[in-house]
Antibody
């Protein structure tokens, strides 16, 4: 069965960077986009961007451009999301999701989420 | 401020029917992009509920249905049950932003 398993919770200081991993299993990793979605405490969902694991091509939401980096390692079926220059506003749960290639396909599978806490 | 607008909350009695709206614009829903809906239980990741405006993934009860018209979409839930009292989000694509956009989410209360 399709599974996306994310790395554990992180605590970071303001100004630092964080890198979250998402290990995929149960399907061909290079056959689907990996998206990243942020959810601040008590808030809604916010799309951060996506990576094509086959080519490595990325598309980032304008809000995060310059601060986010999405990469992948196809040898271990794992995608990564890095976010730099963290502030308290970045305290959130970050989810990786799987979506079909193409525009506006649904995000059919979600990781369990990774809580990132930014605090001095 | 979310690109897609949802009511923060809706409510209904058990057994009743409720709808949740998702209002966009000419650069997203109005441009013809599909709308997808997600259900999120407390403390868990969202789950795909409706895709492509009105399609249910396997395992989703037919009490849930979706529709789209013009610049808006709606999620309808019939035969309300206590376990439906969770959060719901709509999603589409925005051509101006060149990416995925979500609604702000709606909390359903079953009275």
């Amino acid at each position: 069965q399709v599974q996306l398993v994310q790395s554990g919770a992180e605590v970071k200081k303001p100004g630092a960077s964080v890198k979250v991993s998402c290990k995929a299993s149960g399907y061909r990793f290079t056959g689907y986009y990996i998206h990243w979605v942020r959810q601040a405490p008590g808030q809604g969902l916010e799309w951060m961007g996506r990576i094509n694991p086959n080519s490595g091509a990325t598309n980032y939401a304008k809000k995060f451009q310059g601060r986010v980096t999405m990469t992948r390692d196809t040898s271990i079926n794992t995608a990564y999301m890095g976010l730099s220059r963290l502030t308290s506003d970045d305290t959130a749960i970050f989810y990786c999701t799987r979506g079909d290639y193409g525009v506006n396909k649904p995000q059919s599978y979600w990781g369990q989420g990774t809580l990132v806490t930014v605090s001095s | 401020q979310s690109v897609l607008t949802q009511p923060p909350s809706v409510s209904g009695a058990p057994g009743q029917r409720v709808t949740i709206s998702c209002t966009g614009s000419s650069s997203n829903i109005g441009a013809g992009y599909d709308v997808h809906w997600y259900q999120q239980l407390p403390g868990t990741a969202p789950k795909l509920l409706i895709y492509g405006n009105n399609n249910r993934p396997s395992g989703v009860p037919d009490r849930f249905s979706g529709s789209k018209s013009g610049t808006s979409a709606s999620l309808a839930i019939t035969g309300l049950q206590v376990e439906d009292e969770v959060d719901y989000y709509c999603q589409s694509h925005d051509s101006s932003l060149s990416g995925v956009v979500f609604g702000g989410g709606t909390k359903l209360t079953v009275l």
